[in-house]
T-cell receptor, first 114, second 115 residues
Framework: AQSVTQLGSHVSVSEGALVLLRCNYS??????LFWYVQYPNQGLQLLLK??????LVKGINGFEAEFKKSETSFHLTKPSAHMSDAAEYFC????????????FGRGTSLIVHP | NAGVTQTPKFRVLKTGQSMTLLCAQD?????MYWYRQDPGMGLRLIHY???????AKGEVPDGYNVSRLKKQNFLLGLESAAPSQTSVYFC??????????????FGPGTRLTVL
């Protein structure tokens, strides 16, 4: 069974600072990897995903993530935080066997200070 | 397209009451899911459906029932609500089309309080 670990339930940054949200997965075969964002009182929406090919994936709103097989990681970064980035971020993985049942991490709340 | 919609948005129940949450999607997606979101717990899968007329249990199915009589609708029922079912409930859908792995589409959520 696969699992997802998001280090830090809360991450606090200043506006303009680097954002780094960590995600590690446990799977015998590299899975499909996703980052979703949830703004207050809304559902989740996709930020970016890795399925195959280039390991550095660019998403919406200036976010990107890099798949590192050797580290079983898929960390999310953004060079310069904006106040509007304050939200809950979820990492999710899904195996390549066709079950289409993702496993979600517990989420990281990003707090952006002015 | 409306995407994924959920009805109602908010509900307060008393212990022992029953209710049904409705999820509708207009994207012709094959898969549909019900999750609950609790602080610090992330999203936990309650039930899911891989097509019209089929349902399956997820991680936390106890106390819930589901039905998918039509492809576009996925109903979540609570027969006898308990305070432990106080949560935010999200519906999601997924399309098998496209060849590569697609993302899930989520509804706006239903905030349920059981007193």
């Amino acid at each position: 069974a696969q699992s997802v670990t998001q280090l830090g339930s809360h991450v606090s940054v200043s506006e303009g600072a680097l954002v780094l949200l960590r995600c590690n997965y446990s799977s015998s075969v590299p899975p499909y990897l996703f980052w979703y964002v949830q703004y207050p009182n809304q559902g989740l929406q996709l930020l970016l995903k890795y399925t195959t090919g280039a390991t550095l994936v660019k998403g919406i709103n200036g976010f990107e993530a890099e798949f590192k097989k050797s580290e079983t990681s898929f960390h999310l970064t953004k060079p310069s935080a904006h106040m509007s980035d304050a939200a809950e971020y979820f990492c999710a993985v899904s195996d390549r066997g066709g079950s289409y049942i993702p496993t979600f991490g517990r989420g990281t709340s990003l707090i952006v200070h002015p | 397209n409306a995407g994924v919609t959920q009805t109602p948005k908010f509900r307060v129940l008393k212990t022992g009451q029953s209710m049904t949450l409705l999820c509708a999607q207009d994207m012709n997606h094959e898969y549909m899911y019900w999750y609950r979101q609790d602080p610090g717990m992330g999203l936990r899968l309650i039930h899911y459906s891989v097509g019209e007329g089929t349902t399956a249990k997820g991680e936390v199915p106890d106390g819930y029932n589901v039905s998918r009589l039509k492809k576009q609708n996925f109903l979540l029922g609570l027969e006898s609500a308990a305070p432990s079912q106080t949560s935010v409930y999200f519906c999601a859908s997924y399309s098998l089309a496209g060849g590569s792995y697609n993302e899930q589409f989520f509804g706006p959520g239903t905030r349920l309080t059981v007193l």
